[in-house]
Every structure is written in C-alpha cells, then in structure tokens.
C-alpha cells in the first residue's frame, strides 16, 4: 500500500513539473503577480525618480512598502547588476593535490609563484602516500594543472594518470 501511495505522489509530481514547463514554453512566469503592473507601475516609478518616498507612495497607491520596492528595485542604491558581480576578485582556494602530481611538479621546471605554492604546501599522510594541501588562486591551481599534462599521456604510468585526473576533478569544481 505504501508503495503504491509513493508511486501515486511521484506521478503526480511528474504531472505538475510537465504542466510548470508547458506554462513556460508558453511564457508565462510563475510566482505572484506584482501589485504595481503595467501603467500604475510606471507612474511609481516616474514618481520615484522625482523624489517621492517609497512610505508615500505605498499609502497613496494602497499596497505596502514591499510592493513599492519591488517596483522600483532596479532604481534602489544597493541594486547590484550581474555585471558588477562578474568583477568579484578571485580569491586564494585550498585544494589536496595527489602526491603523485607534486611529485611529478616538484621535478618540473616552474615560475616562481608555482614553485612558492608547492614550497608553501602542508603534506598530509594518507596510507603508503600523501596529499599536498596547496593554497593559492584558481588561476594558479590551474596553471599547475597545465605543467601536469604529460601525465596523461600514453607514456604515464597509471598511478600518475589517475592522481592527475583527481587533481583536475578539483580544479574543475572551481568553476
């Protein structure tokens, strides 16, 4: 009975995820609809940008502040764009390369800053081997990612390809 109850409430899940995305196709949006549309929403807005205030503009339109705000956000001084979020300095990550790959590094001729952070790293025992936990900028763990490469290759032996191929599997979640 349980079983078929849980079935029941899948299908139904499945039934309204289908109708969610036959209403967006169709380009409806989901959500409430905003209490200031259309025309009433661009006379708050025009009235905003005169210097009302967003209490007075709420008691004369009858919604609240909330309403107000939503209608005007993109006028507001803490509105951020995506553009200016896109700008965010990167900032120093910790990831654990595989021994294997430090090892292979180590040997590897480097740049300074790449030769700092492996210097910098804090070895971790795991079992027989160890992990090297190396702090520094995305861009960094994936210019160490790049010295790797030969790794890969058909001439690498299979310890060494996998250690690389974890290690990129971190880099990767970095974005």
Known sequence: MVQTLAAA???QRELTY????AAEAKGNKGGRRPALAG????DVRA????GRSIASLAREHDVSRGAVRTAVADLLPDHKTADQDATAPELSVTLDMPGKVADF?????LEPAERAALDQGQAVRRG???TLRVTGLPALHRQLLDRCQSLDGAG???AQRKARREYENRVNTLG
Do not use: F
């Open 39 to 42: 025309e009433t929403g661009a």
């Open 105 to 109: 590094l180590r040997a590897t001729e």
């Open 156 to 158: 690498a032996i299979p």
């Open 9 to 11: 409430g899948e299908l």
């Open 47 to 50: 009235a905003y940008l005169d």
């Open 128 to 130: 027989t081997g160890y």
């Open 18 to 21: 289908d109708g969610l995305r």
